[in-house]
């Protein structure tokens, strides 16, 4: 029986500083990443999200998942601000999630910071241009 390449989603097991973001991805852990990116306590996962895509529950099943260890969720919206819909909103604060969204690049400062602080934070970061 012959065996192929096992493609699998890109994860990193860390929990590291977003060191720059832009040019549609992000560089973390002297490594970098296109696309967009959840940054959670079980590592970085990527995230196929890009601005402009809806914000359904479902989007956000691997933060909920991790509930336990997260009280701030940062979702940068990409270049500008956007709400997240009610009923997002209330599936995080049902599981004791604080959720703030930002543009990307103050989501990434944010974290950043939060992360410095041993603060139990996620991030939902959406790839920008430029």
């Known amino acids: ?3 192929g390449i096992e493609i699998r989603a890109a994860h ?3 929990r590291p500083p977003i060191d720059a973001y832009g040019n549609g991805g992000f560089r973390f852990a002297d490594m970098s990443h296109r696309g967009s990116i959840l940054c959670l306590p079980s590592g970085v996962h990527e995230w196929d999200v890009t601005e402009g895509t809806p914000f359904p529950v479902e989007l956000f099943q691997r933060v909920l998942a991790e509930a336990k260890d997260i009280e701030f969720l940062l979702v940068g919206t990409g ?10 909103k209330a599936a995080l604060k049902a599981s004791n999630i604080s959720s703030d969204p930002m543009s990307t690049g ?3 400062r944010t974290y950043n910071v939060m ?8 991030a939902a970061l959406i790839a ?3």
């Open 1 to 3: 029986m012959a065996s």
């Open 12 to 14: 990193f097991p860390g």
């Open 79 to 88: 270049a500008s601000i956007r709400p997240l819909p009610a009923d997002l």
């Open 106 to 108: 103050a989501a990434v």
């Open 115 to 122: 992360l410095s602080e041993s603060r139990a934070v996620a």
């Open 128 to 130: 920008v241009e430029g």
